[in-house]
């Protein structure tokens, strides 16, 4: 394995206070009838076909869909071998800083790769994605230009990350297809570490994080993926439904409560699944090679691992606070792909560390639609530092 180099992200906490600040106060405030733009789509993931497609095109907050490509980011990295599940990764005071929801991480604390994992795909920690960036790429911008360019590569031209987390930024924006777009990729890709996205809940120092994705176990067939909310976005959802050797992923942008935005994607899911192809006809998902995302550069900010777990999910040995507790994954899938969708890399993932287990999904039908709304350009701009603005 490659040599690993510390690197300090933020040496002086009353800097980091004070850029954390700077950079989460200019968002316009919206008054009490703002409604969120709405977009949505279902594509077949098996036949690539559109099945649904509502302003699919149009630049919307992607809130903590965000942390999608975040952990994408870091799946390639454990699968290069450069991080594993128990590398432990140093807290720094940025990362401490960050907006809930959390996992209150402080400032020198360790936490290890796989507890980051299941704290972004449970609580969506945006200590935790800090945390990742600065590991990965040393500073959370030279991260969120990789997230960039890694959407570029897989063909989501409408996507721009400004940082790893979803928190409010002006110009963090994409679209429901990219979004769909990614949340096929993810799957494609990693389709043992995808499991990860199915997690119902995590325990971390003593305190239980349920999954926010209130569709897994729920909803026939939903494997994942994730949920996201800001004041300025809405309430956002990407699924993933595998139903009688069908396929769809789906996106909810623009909900005005988890209730309506959830009630959508199940009408949706029902609607539309029907009508999925049972036989894969088109390629998984891939990147594009086009010279725009160059040879990744070494991990920067990891501090070496002070022994290996016994088990998957053991708190860091040297936090005084108590263990982390992950629930074990589920078995990884046999996908209905052909050869040539796996290739190698896949195969080698399905020798994951990961511990099997299935989530049993219940049947659940909702019919309540979500109205469509529509807004003007300097609607969309984001609050902070006011109830309902976070990132989760």
Same mark, same amino acid.
């Given at each position: 394995?490659?040599?690993?180099?510390?690197?300090?992200?933020? %040496?002086?906490?009353?800097?980091?206070?004070?850029?954390?600040?700077?950079?989460?106060?200019?968002?316009?405030?919206?008054?009490?009838?703002?409604?969120?733009?709405?977009?949505?789509?279902?594509?077949?993931?098996?036949?690539?076909?559109?099945?649904?497609?509502?302003?699919?095109?149009?630049?919307?907050?992607?809130?903590?869909?965000?942390?999608?490509?975040?952990?994408?980011?870091?799946?390639?990295?454990?699968?290069?071998?450069?991080?594993?599940?128990?590398? &432990?990764?140093?807290?720094?005071?940025?990362?401490?800083?960050? *907006?809930?929801?959390?996992?209150?991480?402080?400032? !020198?604390?360790?936490?290890?790769?796989?507890?980051?994992?299941? $704290?972004?795909?449970?609580?969506?920690? *945006?200590?935790?994605?800090?945390?990742?960036?600065?590991?990965?790429?040393?500073?959370?911008?030279?991260?969120?230009?990789?997230?960039?360019?890694?959407?570029? /590569?897989?063909?989501?031209?409408?996507? @721009?990350?400004? *940082?790893?987390?979803?928190? #409010?930024?002006?110009?963090?924006? @994409?679209?429901?297809?990219?979004?769909?777009?990614?949340?096929?990729?993810?799957?494609?890709?990693?389709?043992?570490?995808?499991?990860?996205?199915?997690?119902?809940?995590?325990?971390? +120092?003593?305190?239980?994080? =349920?999954?926010?994705?209130?569709?897994?176990? !729920?909803?026939?067939?939903?494997?994942?993926?994730?949920?996201?909310?800001?004041? /300025?976005?809405?309430? !956002?959802? @990407?699924?993933?439904? =595998? =139903?009688?050797?069908?396929?769809?992923?789906?996106? &909810?942008?623009?909900?005005?409560? *988890?209730?309506?935005?959830?009630?959508?994607?199940?009408?949706?899911?029902?609607?539309?699944?029907?009508?999925?192809?049972? &036989?894969? @006809?088109?390629?998984?998902?891939?990147?594009?090679?086009?010279?725009?995302?160059?040879?990744?550069?070494?991990?920067?900010?990891?501090?070496?691992?002070? %022994?290996? #777990?016994?088990?998957? $999910?053991?708190?860091?040995?040297?936090?005084?606070?108590?263990? /982390?507790?992950?629930?074990?994954?589920?078995?990884?899938?046999?996908?209905?792909?052909?050869?040539?969708?796996?290739?190698?890399?896949?195969?080698? !993932?399905?020798?994951?560390?990961?511990?099997?287990? =299935?989530?049993?999904? +219940?049947?659940?039908?909702? %019919?309540?639609?979500?109205?469509?709304?529509?807004?003007?350009?300097?609607?969309?701009?984001?609050?902070?530092?006011? #109830? $309902?603005?976070?990132?989760?």
């Amino acid at each position: 394995m490659a040599a690993l180099t510390i690197a300090v992200a933020s %040496s002086d906490p009353a800097q980091a206070r004070a850029k954390s600040k700077h950079e989460a106060r200019p968002h316009a405030i919206h008054g009490p009838s703002y409604h969120p733009p709405y977009a949505a789509i279902v594509i077949d993931d098996k036949s690539g076909a559109v099945l649904h497609d509502v302003s699919a095109n149009e630049p919307r907050h992607p809130a903590s869909l965000t942390k999608i490509m975040t952990l994408y980011l870091l799946f390639e990295q454990l699968e290069a071998g450069t991080l594993k599940l128990d590398t &432990v990764l140093p807290v720094s005071t940025r990362a401490s800083l960050q *907006n809930p929801t959390k996992l209150g991480l402080k400032p !020198n604390q360790t936490i290890k790769v796989e507890e980051a994992i299941l $704290g972004l795909v449970t609580k969506s920690a *945006n200590d935790a994605a800090v945390v990742v960036a600065e590991a990965i790429s040393g500073s959370e911008e030279e991260f969120a230009a990789r997230m960039t360019r890694k959407a570029r /590569a897989l063909g989501m031209s409408g996507t @721009t990350y400004v *940082n790893a987390s979803g928190l #409010p930024a002006e110009a963090q924006i @994409t679209t429901a297809r990219d979004q769909a777009m990614l949340g096929r990729a993810i799957q494609h890709r990693f389709p043992v570490y995808y499991q990860y996205f199915s997690t119902p809940t995590f325990r971390y +120092k003593g305190a239980e994080m =349920r999954n926010h994705n209130h569709l897994l176990g !729920n909803v026939k067939g939903v494997d994942g993926i994730k949920t996201g909310y800001t004041e /300025a976005s809405g309430y !956002n959802l @990407t699924s993933s439904v =595998r =139903r009688d050797e069908k396929h769809i992923v789906a996106v &909810v942008l623009g909900g005005t409560s *988890n209730g309506a935005r959830d009630a959508r994607m199940r009408q949706l899911i029902e609607e539309h699944i029907i009508r999925a192809a049972l &036989v894969r @006809t088109v390629p998984v998902v891939a990147e594009i090679n086009d010279g725009t995302d160059e040879e990744s550069p070494p991990v920067l900010a990891v501090a070496p691992a002070a %022994s290996k #777990p016994d088990a998957m $999910g053991e708190g860091d040995a040297g936090a005084a606070e108590g263990k /982390a507790e992950a629930v074990p994954l589920p078995r990884p899938r046999v996908l209905a792909a052909t050869a040539e969708e796996n290739g190698s890399k896949q195969a080698a !993932n399905t020798k994951s560390r990961t511990r099997a287990a =299935r989530l049993t999904a +219940k049947a659940s039908t909702s %019919s309540t639609p979500q109205a469509v709304y529509t807004l003007t350009q300097s609607q969309t701009r984001n609050l902070d530092r006011k #109830p $309902g603005s976070f990132s989760y």
